[in-house]
Nanobody, 126 residues
Framework: QVQLVESGGGLVQTGDSLRLSCAVF????????MMWFRQVPGKEREFVAG????????DYADSVKGRFIISRDNAKSTAYLQMSSLKPEDAAVYYC???????????????????WGQGTQVTVSS
């Protein structure tokens, strides 16, 4: 059974940093591209960052480029999202996701994600 477990969310102030983690179970983690998305109430889930299974290529939404860093530790079957210079507009529930087919490039469309974590709330106070 595939399971993704996010952690690391919380309440921070504008300008603070936070690191999210996504632990993956039931998969050969090193074969999967990893993606982070976020969602606020009333809006669609949006792409934040993606990383290839080898970790050699990353991609970011324009809104977070230069402030967020996605990484992975294949030995720990865990992906990370280091968030810096947080803004109130970054507040959302953050989700990690993977596709069922291994060895694929990351995707920006949440409809192409097959497995999701439960989400972790990030709140940024101004």
């Amino acid at each position: 059974q595939v399971q993704l477990v996010e952690s690391g969310g919380g309440l921070v102030q504008t300008g603070d940093s936070l690191r999210l983690s996504c632990a993956v179970f039931g998969r050969t983690f090193s074969n999967d591209a990893m993606m982070w998305f976020r969602q606020v109430p009333g809006k669609e889930r949006e792409f934040v960052a993606g990383i290839t299974w080898r970790g050699t290529i990353t991609d970011y939404a324009d809104s977070v480029k230069g402030r967020f860093i996605i990484s992975r530790d294949n030995a720990k079957s865990t992906a990370y999202l280091q968030m810096s210079s947080l803004k109130p507009e970054d507040a959302a529930v953050y989700y990690c996701g993977i596709r069922s087919q291994p060895f694929t490039i990351y995707v920006r469309d949440p409809r192409q994600i097959d497995y999701w974590g439960q989400g972790t709330q990030v709140t940024v106070s101004s």
